[in-house]
């Protein structure tokens, strides 16, 4: 049924009646309603008072249960909808003052509650995008007080001790501040602010000061950015490469204007500061990827796909393939899989046995199962052919080592799974061998010779 059409086709009447009777059976609905259609003197006061009823009323001895929290937080969404409605209604300063109540609320929720789906975190967020939606509107109004206003709003919030805890918040609200640059005076005082926190950091010296530092700076920037100062903006970012946000905008600019040498100078130097930040060195190295790629610089790639592909990264197998010949592929494939085995490292990655795969060599997929053993269940219809032998081997030690590791019936029936496979591998007559072994080795262990007895049926 499609029951917004057939909603449409009564008349105000029966609506009024089917509302009224949907009212009086359900309190939520009642409480929805009367906050969508009735305008208090204060609006804000009662919508903060709504989200706190629902906060209150799913509370149990001061604490909301995960299984709570959607609930607790009806009022919040309620007020982040009427939000919305006022944008639309024009009333983009009230969007405003809506989704601060809603902020400031759920955020202490966070001190007393268990978000461990991340509710909060949404409501959150949904706040945010409320503030960055209204006061983009308000910017392009005409009301100057009204942009002031707030605009200090918003600031005053992000500067309150509540998100002491919680920057990365406060950083999205001062992100939002960043849309009234545009106007002298809010841009004086956000400045100020920014500088304020950036003094108090230069106390502290840990992570987590270089990255509020790192978050402060990109606000800087953005200030710059949203003003249309782009050379200011240029500068500023070459003047802060040592933080990874900004050498990865200095990169990507050098890259964009062709620049490609110096897109490489940071890039090395990247490489060479963070060497023991594997994250941040495989990135630096991406991008000089990029920068081979654009100048066709064929050797430098190969070299640095060949780093990614003994990094266990399957694209650059793809990659590195399609730079050489059919018989130039031949001697470089085999340089790779020498690599891999040459390392100190008491097993082969999975792109290891990716590539054997793709190339069809059985040889290295032999290797690869026999370092790992498990593997052959999986691998053994590449092998059987080729090497019965040998996959019979390894398959009956590996369900030999499981039979003696098995204590209890879930792991016999593990067990009798892998039993089935090498059946399928190896043949019924050896199959029928190797269970009727592992009857006689255990039959101290009825349980375990149940199973097996029932695969043999």
């Not at 975190?121 to 209204?134: F, H, M, P």
């Not at 060195?281 to 654009?294: A, C, G, N, T």
């Not at 100048?295 to 070299?303: C, P, R, S, T």
């Not at 219809?381 to 080592?401: A, N, S």
Request: charged share 35%.
């Amino acid at each position: 049924m499609d029951l917004q059409k057939e909603i449409s086709k009564l008349t105000k009447k029966e609506l009024v009646d089917l509302l009224m009777e949907l009212v009086d059976g359900d309190e939520d609905i009642a409480k929805k309603i009367e906050f969508k259609l009735f305008t208090p003197h204060d609006e804000v006061k009662a919508s903060k008072q709504l989200i706190r009823k629902y906060i209150n009323e799913n509370k149990r001895q001061g604490f909301i249960s995960w299984r709570n929290v959607h609930a607790a937080l009806q009022g919040a969404e309620m007020v982040i909808d009427k939000g919305r409605n006022k944008m639309v209604s024009g009333e983009e300063e009230k969007a405003v003052e809506l989704g601060i109540a809603v902020l400031s609320i759920v955020v202490d929720m966070l001190q007393y509650t268990d978000d461990s789906n991340g509710e909060i975190g949404y409501i959150v967020n949904e706040s945010i995008t409320l503030l960055q939606d209204a006061s983009s509107l308000v910017l392009l109004s005409s009301n100057h007080r009204g942009q002031e206003r707030t605009f200090n709003l918003i600031l005053k919030e992000a500067m309150h001790k509540r998100y002491d805890g919680w920057n990365d918040t406060r950083y999205e609200l001062l992100d939002v501040c960043t849309i009234y640059s545009a106007r002298t005076s809010a841009r004086k005082k956000l400045e100020e602010t920014l500088d304020k926190l950036l003094t108090q950091l230069a106390a502290v010296s840990s992570w987590s000061s270089d990255y509020d530092k790192e978050a402060i700076l990109q606000l800087q920037l953005k200030i710059l950015e949203r003003n249309g100062e782009m050379e200011q903006a240029s500068q500023f970012i070459n003047n802060h490469i040592e933080f990874s946000a900004f050498r990865k905008m200095a990169i990507e600019k050098e890259i964009e204007n062709e620049n490609y040498e110096s897109a490489l100078k940071f890039c090395e130097e990247g490489e060479e500061n963070d060497s023991k930040y594997p994250g941040l060195l495989k990135q630096w190295k991406e991008y000089r990827l990029q920068v081979y790629e654009k100048i066709e610089d064929i050797e430098k790639q190969k070299d640095i796909l060949v780093e990614f592909v003994l990094d266990n990264e399957y694209e650059a197998y793809g990659k590195l393939k399609e730079l050489y010949t059919p018989d130039e592929w031949k001697f470089a494939l085999e340089n790779i899989f020498d690599l891999f085995e040459g390392r100190s490292s008491d097993y082969l990655p999975h792109v290891y046995e990716y590539i054997a795969k793709a190339e069809n060599r059985t040889d290295k997929i032999l290797k690869y199962v026999e370092q790992a053993p498990s593997t052959v269940i999986e691998l053994y219809t590449f092998l059987v052919e080729d090497y019965p032998e040998k996959v019979e081997d390894i398959f009956m030690k590996h369900i030999l080592f499981e039979a003696e590791q098995a204590t209890e019936r879930k792991r016999y029936r593990f067990v009798c799974k892998k039993l089935l496979v090498y059946k399928e591998a190896c043949g019924e007559s050896k199959f029928n061998s190797l269970v009727q072994d592992l009857k006689d080795a255990y039959e101290r262990k009825p349980a375990f010779v149940n199973e097996l007895e029932k695969i043999e049926r």
